[in-house]
């Protein structure tokens, strides 16, 4: 019987996490895979076969979110130690850190472009940064509760946030603004995105659902009860025809948007999946979970025409109540013999017992080159803007840092077989160590203070120009009455 190739496959799993893996992320070229976890490190996967994977040191915290820059020269990391790091994916392990929020960040996200990060954070914030001057510009503080995600559209115009105030906002980045805000009173979103398009907006429910919004006619265009789990991670296929999610329940559901249905439930994962991503050209998907591993599939099905599929597979237009259970077999395709009945795989079934070796796994710690500081300003729209006063000596990091025509030998490049560890910590005390970390909180809570201060000024501020300007139109009303 000849073997079906439009079924996702698995193509192997990578270890080398300690914990639960938040985050993974494909390299531009798809020759690189990046992925973030709770064991407070950055590991770096060369797809190449009998390569190394390379662990990046420098979060002192549970590492949230990760991605490559639109040119693959960064990687940006988001950490609930407070900070994000742009690492340079290369065996010197060069960052820098940016003191970003004042409470665990939680997502990270590169503009098309590359020259801007958004950041979204507990303390109820959205940050954008100037990448190469590695500074805030401005701030988004219309939220009540955590902001969980926050991404920039594909023409880098608009911001979409989700938050556990239940909404999902829709932000003007020019002129700092929310333009829209969606409700959903059942649950909050954990994970929202741009469709490749920019039309749409994705948001994945902590209350087990996953709804499509048209930005452009403010309305519900798709909405998805087929798992038994809050939803943690999205990914849309590059066509914008499939829509991938991870899940509590352990599965990963690939959604064919154009015909509005579930087509395929994946397992592999032992626990919940957290997250999930496809490549830039489709061709691949990448799935990290509270089992501490990274999944690599190959997607086949992008390749084929859907409805000659269907003609061919009759069994995938009927419906089962959700969740759906059309499973496919993990490791290698599974022939359709046009059965109706559904394929059901056993969640603790061993995928991961394959031929492939796990890579050797090399330790790089970070040598950092600056911190950039932050500086708000408060305004009365719930936006802070940065004022740009800073000097050239301010920005303390070596301009070659993040120069894309760097000589530094990057990942993707390393050939030398002997496992090394970089290391350029310098030791200090537990004593010292706990009284730096004492006064770094303390400013936390005074720049939190000053911040609250300057927005309460700049309120007073504006109320003041707007009576004396109501003043002024009297004075004038009296005077034409006279």
Known sequence: ?????????????????????????????????????????????????QSRAFRFVGHVEAVTSVQFSPDGHLVAS???????????????????????HTAPVRSVNFSHDGQFLVTASNDKSIKVWSVHRQRLLFSLSQHTHWVRCAKFSPDGRLIAS???????????AANKICIDSFTDYEGFANYVDFNPSGTCVVSAGSNHTVKLWDIRMNKLLQHYRVHRGGVNCVSFHPSGNYLITASTDGTLKIMDLLEGRLIYT???????????AFSK????????????????????FDSFNYKEVLKQHRRRIHTDDPPHLLDIYPRSPHPHDGQSQSIEIDPSFDVTDTQTLDPPVVDISSSVYFSSPSRTTGSSNGVSPFKDDMSSEDLRYRPALFSPASSRRRLEDEVEPAVCTVDKR????????????????????????????EQRLTLTEDKLKECLENQHKMLLQARQGE
Do not use: Y
């Not at 992320?25 to 709770?38: C, I």
């Open 1 to 49: 019987m000849a073997s079906v190739l439009e079924d996702p496959i698995l193509i192997r799993p990578f270890k080398g996490h300690k914990a639960a893996v938040s985050g993974v992320d494909f390299s531009p070229t798809t020759t690189a895979l990046a992925s973030s976890s709770l064991d407070r490190f950055l590991m770096i996967w060369n797809l190449k076969p």
């Open 78 to 100: 988001a950490s609930q130690d407070r900070t994000v790091r742009l690492w340079i994916p290369c065996v010197h392990g060069e960052s820098s850190a940016l003191k970003a």
């Open 162 to 172: 989700c938050s556990e105030d239940k909404t999902v906002k829709i932000w003007d």
């Open 266 to 276: 994946l397992h592999g994962h032992k626990g919940p999946v957290l997250s999930v």
């Open 281 to 300: 050209g489709g061709e691949k998907f990448a799935s990290g979970g509270a089992d501490a591993q990274v999944l690599l599939w190959k997607t086949n």
């Open 426 to 453: 310098i030791g200090i005390s537990p004593a010292l160590g706990n009284a730096l970390e004492h006064i770094v909180e303390q400013l936390d809570v005074l720049t939190l203070t000053i911040s609250i201060l």
